[in-house]
T-cell receptor, first 107, second 115 residues
Framework: EDQVTQSPEALRLQEGESSSLNCSYTVSGLRGLFWYRQDPGKGPEFLFT???AGEEKEKERLKATLTKKESFLHITAPKPEDSATYLC????????FGAGTRLTVKP | GEEVAQTPKHLVRGEGQKAKLYCAPI?????VFWYQQVLKNEFKFLIS????????ETGMPKERFSAKCLPNSPCSLEIQATKLEDSAVYFC?????????????FGSGTRLTVV
């Protein structure tokens, strides 16, 4: 059965303290791995799509990487406005979401 | 428009009542997806459409849930005889393609509370 597991469940960082979020997956026939950001009371906002092992994508302070079994979302020198829940999703036949990592960045 | 518009934002129903949720996808997007988000951010896929045709309904509880996407109308998700466990936020998303290479664009959701 396709599974997506995100860790940690919650992460508290000081402003400027870099860290990484993990998304491990088991899926047959991966068509894409997606990262989304979700703010309270809103729908997920698309960040990145990764298709194959070794691929990397960057956007401002965020960088996503992909291996055959997991993806990392690296956050460099985060700011309080980066506080949100980060969701990972994998697409084989349908798109399956992980439970998310709730990131809080303190000033 | 450039937003996926979901209405209403909040809906309260007594157990056994009907609930109907609406979604207007982004113009030009052929695919519409419905997800249910319950506690702890768990997203459950319900159903997807390609234009007005059901594309994938593997996540739909068959007995009480139904959905439609008709031409020139918002898409709808209807729950007959709601149960307490149907309380959740229901998200609609749209995309150019089923695989969502550019990601899905989500609406802000409808929070359904069944009391």
């Amino acid at each position: 059965e396709d599974q997506v597991t995100q860790s940690p469940e919650a992460l508290r960082l000081q402003e400027g303290e870099s860290s990484s979020l993990n998304c491990s997956y088991t899926v047959s026939g991966l068509r894409g791995l997606f990262w989304y950001r979700q703010d309270p009371g809103k729908g997920p906002e698309f960040l990145f799509t990764l298709y194959s092992a070794g691929e990397e994508k960057e956007k401002e302070r965020l960088k996503a990487t992909l291996t055959k079994k997991e993806s990392f979302l690296h956050i460099t020198a985060p700011k309080p406005e980066d506080s949100a829940t980060y969701l990972c999703a994998v697409q084989a036949y349908d798109m399956r979401f992980g439970a998310g990592t709730r990131l809080t960045v303190k000033p | 428009g450039e937003e996926v518009a979901q209405t209403p934002k909040h809906l309260v129903r007594g157990e056994g009542q009907k609930a109907k949720l609406y979604c207007a996808p982004i113009k030009g997007h052929s695919y519409v997806f419905w997800y249910q988000q319950v506690l702890k951010n768990e997203f459950k896929f319900l159903i997807s459409f390609q234009n007005e045709n059901v594309f994938d309904e593997t996540g739909m509880p068959k007995e009480r849930f139904s959905a439609k996407c008709l031409p020139n109308s918002p898409c709808s998700l209807e729950i007959q005889a709601t149960k307490l466990e149907d309380s959740a936020v229901y998200f609609c998303a749209s995309s150019h393609e089923s695989a969502g290479g550019g990601g899905y664009t989500f609406g802000s959701g409808t929070r359904l509370t069944v009391v």
